[in-house]
Each structure stands twice: as structure tokens, then as C-alpha cells.
């Protein structure tokens, strides 16, 4: 029956796909391909990918799908030699209500995920998965939120069934890896929050401000809930219980872009930047934030429960280079970290990550991305504690080495070739180093 079922899902995934892809050829314009956005985070937030023109866009109506497919290996180390694949499917349909419902500044999103695969982590034992498309292989209902933009786009409000990933603890960068480590967001917040990512939305309230065109403040409060994740809900346990807590997050931001053209015709008579200007400089992003919850936590070494949990991160991201000849043609430095000091309860209280972006690295292919990532992870003493009393080895840090190639095929996929070499897998020292190999794909429309 099990064979059954995957069979049955792969079959309603590829009619998703025709079925958009359709739409999709319908909205583009036959004039000139554009060229493909970054494949997008896990986020459910890319819903009007293709802008061009006709039907369904020019009624307010963006139906989206991003398919994310890894098949990996551990050739070499780990605690068993071993392959594995996993897809996350995200699709949905973003209405803009300004067309749809004469509302203006108004967006209502609903999406749902679909996810199978094994954890090849599980095998080699390592903190980090080494696949960010998996996730809890099963159907989960996703996303159920409206958007609301006020004074020329300069606050967002979002309230519904939402994810902290959304707005929160995030750079460009994060979009690209194959390992799970960073993808998205530092899987750190992860281990010492109820901080929520796609499949796992819950009730939420968020806001976004920007005082200048180029800072940002947004505070958002989600739902913490031990049914977070649990597939027997399938996401549409929609009930706030007296056990639940809340997670608090703030965060600021910052994005300049240097050497840019002061009065480059991609700026608007206040001055307010586009995405198109950043063709003109160097543009960074830079974020610094925190979080604060409730929760009750099982503490690593011992029966007790703890509230109150908080933590800190710091992360930016900056373009270092870009050809005046292509603006295609660039290099960005990225890196950050978190901190959690409750040793007690947050299993790793240090995190930190950098990389490089080389776009163009090849002549002639000036979209695809070459990149480097480099993570580690340190685990607190208590949950070190709790490890040697259960008869392992001492854990102190992880660390990922990965070495990936973004090729564009078309403008809507991309095939990414991938290395990973995890030192220390558990942190213990007791597993041999992994290196891992396989091939990412991703599908977005």
C-alpha cells in the first residue's frame, strides 16, 4: 500500500507541474525569456514568479509550485556507507485582492506541501541534515494568511497561518545550499526555539517597517505548540491549546548598495530603491535580531522543564565585485551567527556560517552560481553531559564544508551538482568524516 500511495503522489506531482508549467507558458511573454529568479527559499513565499503578462496574472490571480529534489551519498564515512532521496514539493496560489476584490494593498496566500524521502543524516549521524528537502514525508496544508500593505508600501501586515522563516533570521544566500545546515535559516534557531519553517505554519501576527528606503524593522508573534510537525495532523490542527506558548521575534535590517547611482532612473521621485537598481552598485543586506519564548523545554541533562528561552543572531550578506561590463558577472561574501546561552536547554549555543557567491564563474554562463559554504556548530555542555551518560563520546562542535554549482537549464530549472564534507558528524569525534555527494534539482514556477 505504501508503494501504492508514493506512486499515486508522484502521479498528482507531475500533473501539478504540466498544469502550471501551462499557466506559467500562458503568462510569460513571447518576446525575450527573463531571466529565472534565485530559486526560492522554503519559504511559500514565491508566488508571482511569472509577471510577464496575460490571464491569470492580469486578474490578481498567481498560482505557484517549487519543487526541491536531492538525491544524495556517503561514499566514504559515516556511521553506515548509504543513498538517499527526498523532494518538497510547495504549491499554493497568492491572490492579489487589489485586482480580485478592489482592496487595495491587499494579498490572501494558501498553500500546502507535499514531502517523501529518507534522511541520508540518519545514516551517517550528523547534526546538519545534508538535504534541505527533507522534511516530515507526508502531505501538510501550509500557508493561510493575508497581506496587507499601507502607506506606499512602507508598513506590512501579515496575520494567519504563517512561518517565522518568512521574514526572520534570513539572507539571500540561504536559498542556495544543499545542505540543511543553513538553508533557508540557521537550523540552530531550529533546535533552541519553536522557530517554524515550511511544512509547519501556525497562528501568527507580523509587521514590517520601513522608516527609509534602504532600513527595516519587523516584530512578529507566532504560536508555539508541541503538535508542531506532527504528521498525524497533516498541518490543519488549527486550535490554540492552554499548554501553547508564544515566540516572539524583532529584527532589523539594512540594505545599501554601494557605488550605486545616486539618481539612477531605477530609483522613484522619493528616492526608494528597486530590485533593478542594484544593477547599478553593490548592494548588502544586513540583519541583526533575536527571539524570546515561553515554551516549556525539556531540559538536555535531567527530567526538569525551563521557560523562557531567548536567543540572539547577527548575519549580512555583501557583494564585493560585479562587472561593469555585466552586471550578471559578480562575487558576495556572506556569514553570520547565532547564540543561545541557555546551556540547559538550547542544544547548540553557538552557530556561526560564511561563504562565497561567484556568479558567472564560467565565460558564458552568466547565471549560474558557483558557491561555497562553511558551518559550524557547537552543543552545550548539558546536552554533552546527557550524551556521555548514555555511554557516548564527548560531543563538542560539527562542521560542514560544501562545494556546489547552480546550473540554470532553462528559466525555470536548475541543476546543482554538490560536495559536502561533514567533520565530526555528532560532534563527538567517534564517527568517521562524511563526504557527501549528489545532485540537487529544483523546479519553480
Known amino acids: 500500500m505504501d508503494d501504492v500511495y508514493r506512486v499515486s503522489r508522484t502521479a498528482v506531482f507531475l500533473l501539478l507541474v504540466l498544469v502550471v508549467s501551462v499557466l506559467g507558458c500562458l503568462e510569460v511573454t513571447a518576446a525575450t525569456a527573463q531571466p529565472m529568479p534565485e530559486p526560492a527559499r522554503l519559504l511559500g513565499l514565491g508566488s508571482a514568479i511569472n509577471e510577464g503578462g496575460a490571464s491569470l496574472a492580469d486578474e490578481g490571480v498567481h498560482p505557484f509550485l517549487a519543487y526541491y529534489g536531492v538525491f544524495l551519498s556517503n561514499p566514504v564515512g559515516g556511521r553506515t556507507q548509504s543513498a538517499a532521496y527526498s523532494h518538497e514539493i510547495i504549491f499554493g496560489v497568492n491572490f492579489d485582492l487589489d485586482k480580485l476584490a478592489n482592496i487595495p494593498g491587499a494579498s490572501f496566500t494558501i498553500s500546502g506541501v507535499d514531502a517523501v524521502g529518507?534522511?541520508?543524516?540518519?545514516?551517517?549521524?550528523?547534526?546538519f541534515y545534508v538535504s534541505e528537502s527533507y522534511v516530515t514525508p507526508t502531505i501538510f496544508f501550509y500557508q493561510l494568511y493575508w497581506k496587507q500593505d499601507l502607506f506606499d508600501k512602507s508598513l506590512e501586515l501579515y496575520a494567519g497561518r504563517m512561518t517565522a522563516a518568512d521574514l526572520f533570521a534570513s539572507l539571500p544566500a540561504f536559498g542556495w545550499q544543499v545542505s540543511g545546515g543553513i538553508n533557508g535559516n540557521p537550523t540552530s534557531i531550529f533546535l533552541n526555539a519553536p522557530f517554524t519553517s515550511s511544512p509547519d505554519a501556525t497562528w501568527a501576527a507580523a509587521l514590517k517597517y520601513r522608516p527609509g528606503k534602504d532600513f527595516y524593522l519587523a516584530t512578529g508573534i507566532y504560536q508555539a505548540t508541541q503538535r508542531l510537525g506532527d504528521a498525524a495532523y497533516h498541518g490543519v490542527d488549527f486550535s490554540i491549546r492552554p499548554g501553547d506558548g508564544v515566540l516572539l521575534m524583532a529584527q532589523a535590517g539594512w540594505e545599501p548598495?554601494?557605488?550605486?547611482?545616486a539618481e539612477?532612473?531605477?530609483?522613484?521621485?522619493?528616492?526608494?530603491?528597486?530590485?533593478?537598481?542594484?544593477?547599478?552598485?553593490?548592494?548588502?543586506?544586513?540583519?541583526?535580531?533575536?527571539?524570546?519564548?515561553?515554551?516549556?523545554?525539556?531540559e538536555l541533562n535531567g527530567p526538569g522543564v525551563q521557560h523562557n528561552a531567548y536567543g540572539l543572531y547577527a548575519m549580512a550578506q555583501q557583494m564585493v565585485w560585479r562587472s561593469s561590463h555585466d552586471p550578471d558577472l559578480n562575487f558576495s561574501v556572506w556569514g553570520g551567527a547565532t547564540y543561545s546561552p541557555q546551556q540547559a536547554i538550547a542544544q547548540m549555543p553557538f552557530m556561526g556560517f560564511a561563504g562565497t557567491?561567484?556568479?558567472g564563474a564560467i565565460p558564458g554562463r552568466g547565471l549560474d552560481q558557483l558557491l561555497f559554504t562553511y558551518l559550524v556548530g557547537t552543543l552545550s555542555h548539558d546536552y554533552a553531559e546527557s550524551v556521555v551518560r548514555s555511554g557516548g563520546e564527548r560531543p563538542t562542535a560539527e562542521h560542514v564544508l560544501e562545494l556546489s554549482y547552480a546550473i540554470y537549464l532553462t528559466p525555470n530549472y536548475t541543476i546543482q551538482p554538490d560536495i559536502q564534507y561533514v567533520i565530526r558528524p555528532g560532534g563527538s569525534g567517534d564517527i568517521n568524516n562524511a563526504l557527501v555527494i549528489?545532485?540537487?534539482?529544483?523546479?519553480?514556477?
Open 264 to 298: 539612477s532612473p531605477m530609483r522613484d521621485q522619493d528616492g526608494k530603491r528597486s530590485s533593478a537598481d542594484d544593477d547599478f552598485g553593490l548592494p548588502g543586506t544586513y540583519v541583526v535580531g533575536g527571539y524570546y519564548s515561553n515554551f516549556s523545554f525539556s
Open 357 to 359: 557567491i561567484w556568479q
Open 118 to 127: 529518507t534522511n541520508l543524516s540518519d545514516s551517517i549521524g550528523n547534526l
Open 257 to 261: 548598495t554601494f557605488f550605486g547611482a
Open 438 to 445: 549528489g545532485l540537487q534539482f529544483v523546479a519553480n514556477f
